[in-house]
C-alpha cells in the first residue's frame, strides 16, 4: 500500500469544507483543463460521501463509524478502488481515524466535515 501522507489528508479535508473555489484551488494543479476535471471529481468523492453519510445516520453506532467511513472514502479518492484488494486496507482505515480522532485539530476538522456533509445532506 502506498504510504499515507497525514498532510494529504488534511488537505483533502479542508478542501471538502471549503466552498468549491477554494477547494479547487486548495488540491488541484494549475492548469485549467486538470482544474476542471479535478473539481468534478472532488464533487464526487463529496457526493458519494454525503451517501453513505446519510445511509448511516440512523445506525446507535453513527459517531463511531462516520469518521472510518469518511476516512475510507478520502482513501479510495487517493488511491483508487484497486485499493480495496489490499488485505491491510481496513486495518489501515481504522489505524488513520483512530490516529487522526487522537489529534484535538484533525479530530474537529474531520468532525466539522462530518456535520458539513450531513447537513448539506438534509440527512
Do not use: C
Request: glycine share 2%; hydrophobic share 40%; aromatic share 4%.
Amino acid at each position: 500500500m502506498n504510504p499515507i501522507n497525514p498532510a494529504r489528508i488534511s488537505q483533502i479535508l479542508s478542501a471538502l469544507s471549503s466552498p468549491s473555489e477554494r477547494s479547487a484551488k486548495t488540491v488541484q494543479p494549475s492548469r485549467t483543463s486538470e482544474q476542471s476535471e479535478n473539481r468534478r471529481v472532488l464533487a464526487k468523492l463529496r457526493s458519494r460521501l454525503e451517501n453513505r453519510l446519510s445511509d448511516l445516520k440512523d445506525e446507535p453506532d453513527y459517531a463511531a463509524q462516520a469518521p472510518v467511513i469518511a476516512i475510507q472514502e478520502m482513501l479510495l479518492w487517493e488511491f483508487g478502488d484497486r485499493i480495496l484488494e489490499n488485505p491491510e486496507f481496513e486495518r489501515v482505515v481504522h489505524q488513520v481515524a483512530a490516529t487522526l480522532l487522537q489529534d484535538e485539530r484533525m479530530a474537529t476538522a474531520l468532525h466539522k466535515l462530518i456535520n458539513k456533509v450531513t447537513t448539506s445532506s438534509g440527512a
